[in-house]
Nanobody, 125 residues
Framework: VQLQASGGGLVQAGGSLRLSCAAS????????MGWFRQAPGKEREFVAG????????GYADSVKGRFTISRDNPKNMVYLQMNGLKPEDTAIYYC???????????????????WGQGTLVTVSS
């Protein structure tokens, strides 16, 4: 599985960005898709994830109500719409995929087997 993230950039606080992740490879390896982020000096953390159908989604508390994850399976794409951005959202955002098929979207990095290269999001105050 190969994952290519894009859409990062510089935005002012309160602004919006839409991240995209183009996926290729076997579809069963992409049962669950997610976005993680890593800020300087911090560990990589879960942001949002969803299962194959897109029906089940999970979000970190810090982004609930502001971020929305979605996927377009025919196009092999996953998106992260980010609204109401805050300076603390500044990080490198990574797209991830895994074979996990549980009903609850996993939030741990260990559940995701494939990672993209990351795209930088910078939010200025």
């Amino acid at each position: 599985v190969q994952l290519q993230a894009s859409g990062g950039g510089l935005v002012q606080a309160g602004g919006s960005l839409r991240l995209s992740c183009a996926a290729s490879g076997r579809t069963y390896n992409r049962n669950v898709m997610g976005w993680f982020r890593q800020a300087p000096g911090k560990e990589r953390e879960f942001v949002a994830g969803l299962n194959r159908s897109g029906f089940r989604k999970g979000y970190a508390d810090s982004v609930k109500g502001r971020f929305t994850i979605s996927r377009d399976n025919p196009k092999n794409m996953v998106y992260l719409q980010m609204n109401g951005l805050k300076p603390e959202d500044t990080a490198i955002y990574y797209c991830a995929a895994g074979t996990d098929s549980r009903l609850v979207v996993p939030t741990g990095r260990d559940a995701y087997d494939y990672w993209g290269q990351g795209t930088l999001v910078t939010v200025s105050s």
